[in-house]
């Protein structure tokens, strides 16, 4: 079972109107869409600068979203 973290998002009102928005019309949960964003972007990403390193992956610490917010999917 993969484990899902946690982490505050500041938006400004119009952000969160207009994604609010994408959301219902995309029949997603914010939290859904946000993630559906998410992964669209990490591609992008990879397809127009590379593949992140599993290696890089590996030594980031993600110790500071670990408080309290760790839940099992």
Do not use: W
Request: hydrophobic content about 35%.
């Amino acid at each position: 079972m993969k484990n899902s973290y946690s982490i505050n998002v500041r938006l400004s009102e119009d952000m969160l109107k207009r994604l609010l928005y994408i959301c219902e019309a995309e029949k997603r949960t914010p939290s859904n869409q946000f993630n559906f964003m998410l992964r669209n972007n990490i591609a992008y990403f990879e397809r127009t600068k590379g593949k992140i390193p599993e290696a890089k992956l590996r030594e980031i610490d993600i110790s500071e979203f670990l408080e309290g917010d760790k839940s099992e999917n």
